[in-house]
C-alpha cells in the first residue's frame, strides 16, 4: 500500500506556493507510505541549464570536488546546491554528456533525475521527516508529483523509492504490484536500457519512456501499456508539461481527482485535498479504469 499525490497549478499566481499546498497532500498520505517519500518538482523557468539531482548513501559526503572537477573537465564552474546528502547540480553540459561524466566519475551518487525542469528528492523516512529535512514548503513549480512508499516487494532505500525516473524531464509514482516485471526487463536489455533496482515501478517507467523516445507521445505510450503491464496499478507520471494519470483495468489502487480553475490536484484519498483552497468548488471523481487523463502545465 503506497499514497501518489500530485499538484498541477493552473493560476500561475499560485506557483510559488506549489510546495506548500502540496505538502499537506503529501503528509495526508502518510499512514500508507509511512517508510519512505519523494517528489519531483517541475519548474520550466529553472532556466536553459541541465540540472541533476544527486544522492549520496554515506552522511556528511564531501559535494564540494563535483564543482572542481566539474571545472577541470569542462572549463565551466557549475552551480551546486547541497542540503545534506542531496545535491542540485546545475551545468552548460548536454544531459548526455553530463550523465556520463557523473557515473564515471562519482560512482558512489545516485543520479535521482536529470534534465531541465525536473528537480527530485527521495529518502527514507516519514513524508513529514523528508519534507523537514528538504524545505518541500518552499518549492515553486508549474507541477509536482510525489509518493508515499510502504514496501511490499524490494528493499526499503532511497534508491527503491519514487518517484523512478528515465531519460530526461520524466517521472513516474506507483501504487500497486506488477508481476512481469522482469519480463519487461528482458525486452529492454537487449536494446541497451540500463536497470538500477529490482523494483517493479522501475520496468514500468523506463519502458514508458523507451516509447516516448520511440516516438509515443505519453498518451499512445500508456495505450502501449495496457498490452504489456500485468497487476494491479495507479501510475502517475510528470514531464516538463504535464501530469498524467491512469489505472488499470480493475482499478483496485485508489485514486482522486479534484479538477479546479487554480489547480488539478490528485491523492490517493480525498481527505489529503480537503485543506486546498476552493476545494467546494472543485469537480471532485474517481478515475475510471484504462482512462487516460492527461493536464497541461
Not at 499525490?5 to 499546498?21: C, M, S, T
Not at 559535494?63 to 573537465?73: C, K, N
Not at 530526461?168 to 501504487?175: A, G, P, T
Not at 501530469?243 to 490528485?266: G, M, N, S
Request: charged residues 20%; hydrophobic residues 40%.
Amino acid at each position: 500500500m503506497c499514497g501518489i499525490v500530485g499538484l498541477l497549478i493552473r493560476n500561475p499566481e499560485l506557483r510559488p506556493r506549489l510546495g506548500e499546498l502540496m505538502l499537506p497532500i503529501l503528509i495526508g498520505m502518510t499512514s500508507r507510505g509511512p517508510e519512505a517519500a519523494g517528489l519531483a518538482v517541475f519548474n520550466p523557468d529553472s532556466g536553459a541549464r541541465t540540472q541533476a539531482s544527486l544522492f549520496s548513501d554515506a552522511k556528511g559526503y564531501d559535494f564540494a570536488p563535483l564543482a572542481e572537477r566539474h571545472h577541470a573537465a569542462f572549463g565551466e564552474r557549475p552551480e551546486l546546491v547541497v542540503h545534506g546528502q542531496h545535491a542540485l547540480l546545475r551545468s552548460a553540459q548536454p544531459a548526455d554528456a553530463l550523465r556520463r561524466w557523473l557515473h564515471a566519475e562519482f560512482p558512489e551518487l545516485h543520479l535521482l533525475a536529470i534534465g531541465h525542469a525536473i528537480t527530485l528528492y527521495k529518502d527514507v523516512g516519514t513524508p513529514a521527516q523528508i519534507a523537514q529535512r528538504y524545505g518541500f514548503e518552499r518549492l515553486a513549480g508549474t507541477h509536482v508529483v510525489g509518493h508515499t512508499r510502504m514496501a511490499t516487494e524490494s528493499a526499503v532505500t532511497p534508491a527503491h523509492s519514487h518517484p523512478y525516473t528515465a531519460g530526461e524531464d520524466f517521472c513516474l509514482v506507483h501504487n500497486g504490484s506488477l508481476s512481469n516485471p522482469y519480463e519487461i526487463r528482458r525486452m529492454l536489455e537487449p536494446r541497451g536500457i540500463a536497470f538500477e533496482t529490482d523494483c517493479d515501478t522501475e520496468a514500468a517507467c523506463r519502458f514508458l519512456e523507451w516509447r516516448t523516445r520511440e516516438g509515443d507521445d505519453l498518451h499512445t505510450a500508456l495505450k502501449r501499456g495496457f498490452d504489456v503491464f500485468d497487476g494491479f496499478y495507479t501510475f502517475l507520471m510528470g514531464d516538463a508539461t504535464q501530469l498524467a494519470l491512469v489505472r488499470d483495468t480493475f482499478a483496485c489502487k485508489p485514486a482522486v481527482v479534484a479538477e479546479h480553475d487554480d489547480y488539478v490536484a490528485i491523492a490517493s484519498e480525498f481527505h489529503a485535498l480537503a485543506h486546498l483552497p476552493g476545494i467546494d468548488d472543485a469537480r471532485i471523481f474517481e478515475p475510471v479504469p484504462e482512462q487516460i487523463y492527461v493536464w497541461k502545465a
